[in-house]
């Protein structure tokens, strides 16, 4: 079920977005593996989810193949790289499954929660805004991260755009299914809102002027910042708190709380630190946040 395809219609931006994660990816290469420690001996309950895949041997595992820093494909390995990635990484380990034997397969914004509610994927780690209305359909272990919405736009920022309020009569791009792209049709109406699959065809509009912003979370619009070459900037004036989950079946209680556990343990082990610092961390500069507690709802 391994993802090798990467889509045709990804542009050139992308590809230059690939380059600039893998070299900073290699350059951390050793600290990355150390975060995709495998366990030599599992004991998990018959019959639960945990017992099924370390059973199986292999996890299927939904990711963003355009975002740079946490999850963008390789396009030399046709495997995607990215404190997404890694993330999901510790979660196989301690299943017992070496990375390997993950088969990734791509989620975009819209298609996360089918592929989680028709089995298509196992898990989802794919910068997935945890809220209300996806709780109603799928489950959510984490957040793992906290990140916010914010606007790219063009260098030098020849709209004055400051802020959300500056998008009326603005041409806007963000990704359809997304929790940014729903906020700008529900508190910014007035925002001329334009949608795709992926984010890298926004910044294309972008770059080639057809927009007049990008928004999106604000590590997201980083790491597509950091590889335009100064074509673009980012406003820095976030206005939401976007917590990132790991979405699974609902109602599988017990796995939720296994991989909330492991969560845990990857904050105090520095595991999780070290997924940051050779991905995310290493593209942008930024150095790792403070973990968020995971919800035992």
């Known amino acids: 079920m391994r993802t090798t395809r990467y889509a045709a219609t990804l542009a050139a931006t992308a590809i230059v977005l690939a380059a600039c994660s893998s070299e900073a990816g290699n350059q951390a290469e050793d600290e990355a593996e150390d975060t995709a420690a495998v366990a ?3 004991n998990f309950p018959e019959g639960s989810t945990m017992a099924e895949l370390s059973e ?46 993950i088969e990734w397969t791509e989620t975009v914004s819209a298609n996360r929660e089918p592929f989680i509610q028709n089995g298509q994927v196992d898990i989802v780690v794919a910068t997935y805004t945890i809220n209300d209305a996806r709780k109603q359909v799928v489950d959510f272990a984490g957040p793992y991260y906290v990140a916010g919405q914010d606007i790219m736009v063009a260098e030098g920022n020849p709209e004055g755009i400051e802020g959300p309020e500056d998008l009326a009569g603005k041409t806007v791009c963000s ?26 065809k926004c910044a294309d509009d972008l770059r080639n002027d057809n927009v007049d912003a990008v928004t999106t979370d604000n590590v997201i619009l980083t790491g597509l910042v950091e590889g335009s070459d100064g074509a673009f900037e980012l406003v820095g004036n976030p206005f939401t708190e976007e917590p990132y989950g790991i979405g699974l079946a609902k109602g599988d209680t017990e796995f939720r709380n296994f991989i909330n556990d492991v969560l845990e343990e990857a904050y105090e082990d520095g595991r999780w630190q070290e997924a940051w ?21």
């Open 40 to 42: 030599t001996e599992t």
């Open 56 to 101: 199986a041997g292999t996890i299927t595992v939904g990711t963003k193949y355009d975002q740079p820093g946490f999850g963008l494909l390789d396009v030399r390995s046709q495997d995607p790289e990215g404190f997404d990635v890694e993330i999901a990484k510790i979660i196989a380990g301690e299943l017992g499954i070496a990375e390997g034997d």
């Open 277 to 297: 610092d050779s991905t995310a961390g290493a593209i942008t500069g930024q150095e790792a946040p403070e973990p968020p507690a995971v919800d035992r709802y």
């Open 175 to 200: 990704v359809e299914g997304s929790t940014p792209a729903q906020r700008i049709r529900t508190d910014y109406p007035e925002a001329q809102l334009v949608t795709y699959d992926v984010y890298s």
